[in-house]
Nanobody, 118 residues
């Protein structure tokens, strides 16, 4: 099973930017939709953004216009550019996918912590 390693998180002031990266241990070319999720303390994990193999994207309402998801199948990476960050964006961010055929998510990585605070 493909493993994911997320990186790029950190502490940033409100209004700042971060670029998250997700490196896969194997090919993601056959994974139609790759996702970024986040989980804040005491809250459920939520889908933030998704990108399909043909470039279609989805964004959760609160991040539309601020976040941009992209993927590079040749490098087996998925990125999330986050601009105009707000304190409510603070969370651990994960990349993953949901397999319809298996009825389950892929393997969860450790995630990368994003903290937005002045």
């Amino acid at each position: 099973q493909v493993q994911f390693v997320e990186s790029g998180g950190g502490l940033v002031q409100p209004g700042g930017s971060l670029r998250l990266s997700c490196a896969a241990s194997g090919s993601i070319a056959s994974i139609y939709t790759m996702d970024w999720y986040r989980q804040a303390p005491g809250k459920q994990r939520e889908l933030v953004a998704a990108v399909t193999s043909d470039g279609s994207t989805y964004y959760e309402d609160s991040v539309k216009g601020r976040f941009t998801i992209s993927r590079d199948n040749a490098k087996n990476t998925v990125a999330l550019q986050m601009n105009s960050l707000q304190p409510e964006d603070s969370a651990v961010y994960y990349c993953n996918y949901y397999s319809e055929s298996e009825g389950d998510f892929g393997s969860w990585g450790q995630g990368t912590q994003v903290t937005v605070s002045s």
